[in-house]
């Protein structure tokens, strides 16, 4: 293979100097062009980096909404949860207590039913004593008749003051204003001594003439010849 240039031959070093810088120059030239390239290629990368982030951008959003929806859900189900055992212990225990409170009102009604049959049966017997219209012959029949009914309605009265607060006057405060304002006779407590005096005497009065007509009966029967 033989050299690309003879020492015999002639050499024009400048004019290979001068190549030699042409192609320098155009390998200096050329690099610009790849610059400008790059700098397209960036802008494009850009574009897309922005595109991808106002896409991760949405999905974040999305993902937030989707976040808040689930937490609200877990709330309002938590606060169903927590209602619902609430309510089913409140209702449960208020169901009993006026189940109990149901059977204790119908027992006194059934109760005091049966003290109002009682005191209009003792009202009636009371209120058919006429003395007026007793005899010398039916006066001890009659009166013994009275005392009786008189006794059973004192009875009946006693046992019910004992089972009926509103008989004594211990009603509730509404009730006694009702029975205020409704002209309800006072109680015991309200009256004065003269006043319970002649109750008690009305009361007693029955019972001694009965007594004080079995000592003449006992009398006369004793003296009889």
Not at 96 to 107: H, I, M, Q, S
Request: glycine residues 6%.
């Amino acid at each position: 293979m033989t050299a690309p240039y003879d020492d015999t031959e002639f050499i024009d070093r400048d004019l290979v100097a001068s190549k030699a810088a042409e192609e320098a120059a155009a390998a200096v030239a050329q690099p610009p062009a790849v610059r400008q390239r790059s700098r397209q290629e960036l802008e494009g990368r850009l574009g897309e980096t922005q595109n991808r982030l106002a896409e991760l951008r949405r999905i974040q959003d999305q993902l937030e909404r989707e976040r808040s929806e689930m937490e609200e859900t877990r709330r309002r189900r938590a606060e169903c949860e927590t209602g619902r055992e609430e309510m089913l212990s409140h209702l449960t225990r208020g169901i009993g207590l006026l189940e109990k409170a149901e059977f204790e009102a119908r027992r006194q009604a059934e109760q005091m039913a049966r003290t109002l049959e009682g005191f209009r049966g003792c009202l009636a017997a009371v209120e058919a004593i006429q003395e007026e219209t007793w005899t010398d012959e039916t006066l001890n029949t009659e009166l013994t008749r009275a005392l009786t009914a008189i006794e059973n309605a004192r009875m009946e009265w006693s046992a019910a003051r004992l089972k009926w607060d509103v008989l004594n006057g211990e009603a509730e405060p509404e009730q006694n204003a009702k029975g205020t304002r409704a002209g309800m006779a006072p109680g015991l407590g309200d009256l004065s001594f003269g006043q319970l005096c002649r109750v008690g005497l009305a009361v007693s009065l029955p019972v001694a003439i009965v007594a004080l007509a079995g000592v003449i009966l006992l009398a006369i029967q004793l003296f009889r010849p």
